[in-house]
């Protein structure tokens, strides 16, 4: 997909193009689902208290199937990427035996419907941090595939939680809003210019009408002038 899009790169072709370009991505999209994808869910985050049991999800997709899959879960400790588990995976309908390296950890997924998340059980505050599910699929010559979720271990649900939600759901709602306000702002823009220039021609009509009356009283003050000039 990567190679194939670079050519429909929407914000290398003028803004008209950009529509085409997202569509013809999405389309190749379709066609690159052919390749291994490995999901952690629309939310790769969780933010779970000490000491709870959490679930780190992921599951795999690929159209051309699976034929020993190898998977593995990592976790990123100081920046070294740790084994926390590893299987190779025979068929999408056989149930792998998983090899565990980290302790309170176990294999919920198997691989039913292709689930391939894990359960982190009495988690400390050690646990945080960022767990890295893997796979490659021998199918495609090799080619590695990851997907990245991120643990963040508090003492109790602070209000932080809605906050940090908040501030996702307002990142996503903030770009619809912005081009909503974008489009509002753009017409009211030009409903008040439009308004303006109703009423720059009613201060046409309105100076017209005082240069009337000014013309009028300049005619009365023409009559009353030539008396002093008389004296
Ligand atoms: C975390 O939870 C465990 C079990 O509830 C508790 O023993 C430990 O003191 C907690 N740690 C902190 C730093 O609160
Ligand atoms: C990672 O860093 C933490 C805190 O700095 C430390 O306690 C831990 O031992 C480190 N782990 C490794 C594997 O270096
Ligand atoms: C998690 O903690 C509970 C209660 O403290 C304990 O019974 C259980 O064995 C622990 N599980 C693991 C996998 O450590
Ligand atoms: C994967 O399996 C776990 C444990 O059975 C389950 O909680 C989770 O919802 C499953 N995820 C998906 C995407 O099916
Ligand atoms: C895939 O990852 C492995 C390490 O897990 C690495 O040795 C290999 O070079 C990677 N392959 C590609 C195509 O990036």
């Known amino acids: 997909m990567e190679v194939l899009s670079v050519g429909v790169d929407p914000t290398r072709l003028g803004p008209s193009y950009a529509a085409t370009g997202l569509i013809f991505s999405l389309l190749l999209g379709v066609w690159s689902a052919q390749a291994l994808e490995m999901f952690v869910g ?10 709870s ?3 780190l999800p992921c599951t ?3 159209c051309i199937g699976i034929e020993n899959l190898y998977f593995n879960w990592q976790y ?5 990427m740790q084994k926390v588990c590893e299987s190779l995976i025979e068929s999408e309908e056989s149930v792998p035996h998983v090899t565990i390296y980290r302790e309170r950890v176990e294999f919920v997924g198997k691989n039913h419907h292709n689930n391939v998340s894990i359960l982190l059980w009495n988690i400390t505050f050690d646990d945080a941090g960022q767990y890295t599910c893997f796979g490659r699929n021998p199918k495609e ?4 595939h990851s997907a990245i979720f991120h643990l963040i271990v508090v003492d109790e649900v602070r209000v932080v939680d809605k906050t940090l939600t908040i501030i996702i759901a ?5 770009a619809i809003g912005f081009l909503m306000a974008f489009m509002l702002l753009k ?3 030009i409903f008040i210019l439009s308004k303006l ?3 720059n021609k009613e201060c046409l009509v309105t100076s017209s009408g005082i240069d009337n009356t000014d013309n009028g009283l300049s005619g009365s003050k023409a009559d009353s002038k030539p008396t002093p000039k008389k004296k």
């Open 170 to 174: 307002s990142a996503v709602g903030g």
């Open 76 to 80: 990123n400790e100081n920046g070294t």
């Open 60 to 62: 795999y997709a690929s």
């Open 197 to 199: 220039e109703e009423k």
């Open 53 to 55: 049991t959490v679930l």
């Open 42 to 51: 629309k939310i790769p985050f969780l933010e779970a208290v000490n000491g």
């Open 141 to 144: 010559k090799g080619r590695n």
């Open 187 to 189: 017409n009211l823009t």
